[in-house]
């Protein structure tokens, strides 16, 4: 079996470059914005 978690683990967790929030999401597409400063209807 392959570490999957540990390999997880390893990758650098994004944050967000406008509250600098820790991003917790493994979505591409949110870029360097976290949920909230990413909404569309802000
Ligand atoms: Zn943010």
Known sequence: ???VLEFFRN???KQCSN???TIQEQ???YGNL???CD???R
């Open 1 to 3: 079996m392959m570490n």
């Open 11 to 13: 990758l650098p967790k």
């Open 19 to 21: 509250c600098g929030k």
């Open 27 to 29: 979505a591409d597409c």
């Open 34 to 36: 976290c949920e909230k």
């Open 39 to 41: 909404h569309p209807a």
